[in-house]
């Protein structure tokens, strides 16, 4: 990810008590985007704004597990500074957190594995001034954040019409569910790709391809032993593997087998979209 002009780096006060494998990248994107200033309890932040310091931009939260920080400590930090964005960077722990924790009113929630590209773009967004669901007010339901966003990239889709084929080869779809391949498959021609359904038991006899999307659920066993024939098979070619809820030593693992990306299932649309255009971009100017 190319970084940010230091000169137009917003300012971003990042809580975090304690070093965690899933956060590091998280927070290494956040260092090369904005100005970063770590903190390790929310009341560092009613501190800093007690002694008049120059306000942040972005205010991030990274729990690593429920209720690692209290509702009432971040309801402090919200009703000092209302205006200024304030998003949870979730830990895989947090993720049964509406069930067994207490989700903050009015804090955006990204998990750990969901960061990059959303990062970027909503960083982008707050330093250009285009409204993004970050930035939208505190009180803004959930429902509505996923309509906007929805009408951003209705927008975003509107402006890149044009088919986005080249010779190079289409999407290749492994999966072995006939609406996982699909939804894929639709959501790819959304971008201009045309594709092609590798189903699990077919020998691989294909050649070429852009990207493969490879549909997992552990990425273990017979599915590791598979990401590792494709990568090998079609060497060059960037995998993006959708997984079930991956910790990060499900990634890593994935990583190792061959995919370039892994996202969560169930999967954001416009995350997908936004690697398959920076992939086959970069795969067709040879980056």
Request: glycine share 6%; charged share 30%.
């Given at each position: 990810?190319?970084a940010?002009?230091v000169e137009?780096?917003?300012?971003?006060?990042l809580?975090?008590?304690r070093?965690?494998r899933?956060?590091?990248?998280?927070?290494?994107?956040?260092?090369?985007?904005?100005?970063?200033?770590?903190?390790?309890?929310?009341?560092?932040?009613l501190?800093?704004?007690d002694?008049?310091?120059?306000?942040a931009?972005?205010?991030?939260?990274a729990?690593a597990?429920?209720d690692?920080?209290?509702?009432?400590a971040?309801?402090?930090?919200?009703?000092?500074?209302?205006?200024?964005?304030?998003?949870?960077?979730?830990?895989?722990?947090?993720?049964?957190?509406?069930?067994?924790?207490?989700?903050?009113?009015?804090?955006?929630?990204?998990?750990?594995?969901?960061?990059?590209?959303?990062?970027?773009?909503?960083?982008n967004?707050?330093?250009?001034?285009?409204?993004t669901?970050?930035?939208?007010?505190?009180?803004t339901?959930?429902?509505e954040?996923?309509?906007?966003?929805?009408?951003?990239?209705h927008?975003?889709?509107?402006?890149?019409?044009?088919?986005?084929?080249s010779?190079?080869?289409?999407?290749?779809i492994?999966?072995?569910?006939?609406?996982?391949?699909?939804w894929?498959?639709?959501?790819c021609?959304?971008?201009g790709?045309?594709?092609?359904?590798?189903?699990s038991g077919?020998?691989?006899?294909?050649?070429?391809?852009r990207?493969?999307?490879?549909?997992?659920?552990?990425?273990?066993?017979n599915?590791?032993?598979?990401?590792a024939?494709l990568?090998?098979?079609?060497k060059?070619t960037p995998?993006?593997?959708?997984?079930?809820?991956?910790?990060i030593?499900?990634?890593e693992?994935?990583?190792?087998?061959?995919?370039t990306?892994?996202?969560?299932?169930?999967v954001?649309l416009?995350?997908m979209?936004?690697?398959?255009?920076?992939?086959t971009t970069?795969?067709d100017?040879g980056?």
């Open positions: 990810m190319t940010l002009p137009t780096r917003p300012s971003i006060w809580v975090i008590r070093d965690r899933e956060f590091d990248e998280p927070v290494r994107q956040l260092d090369e985007q904005g100005r970063l200033r770590r903190m390790a309890e929310p009341s560092d932040v501190t800093a704004l002694r008049d310091e120059p306000m931009d972005l205010i991030v939260i729990q597990y429920p690692e920080f209290s509702l009432e971040v309801e402090a930090i919200r009703r000092r500074i209302p205006y200024v964005p304030l998003v949870g960077l979730l830990g895989s722990w947090c993720e049964g957190e509406g069930r067994s924790g207490t989700p903050w009113p009015g804090a955006v929630r990204v998990y750990w594995h969901q960061w990059f590209p959303r990062c970027r773009r909503e960083l967004g707050l330093t250009s001034g285009r409204p669901v970050w930035t939208l007010p505190a009180t339901p959930e429902e954040r996923v309509l906007f966003q929805a009408k951003l990239s927008e975003e889709a509107l402006k890149n019409e044009a088919p986005k084929q010779s190079s080869g289409m999407i290749l492994h999966t072995p569910h006939d609406e996982m391949h699909d894929l498959s639709l959501a021609r959304r971008l790709h045309g594709t092609v359904w590798l189903k077919d020998p691989l006899r294909m050649t070429g391809g990207t493969i999307l490879f549909d997992a659920t552990e990425c273990r066993g599915e590791e032993k598979r990401l024939e990568a090998l098979r079609f060059g995998i993006v593997a959708l997984m079930d809820f991956p910790r030593d499900d990634v693992r994935a990583k190792r087998a061959g995919a990306v892994v996202l969560s299932k169930p954001d416009d995350d979209l936004w690697w398959l255009d920076r992939l970069e795969l100017s980056v």
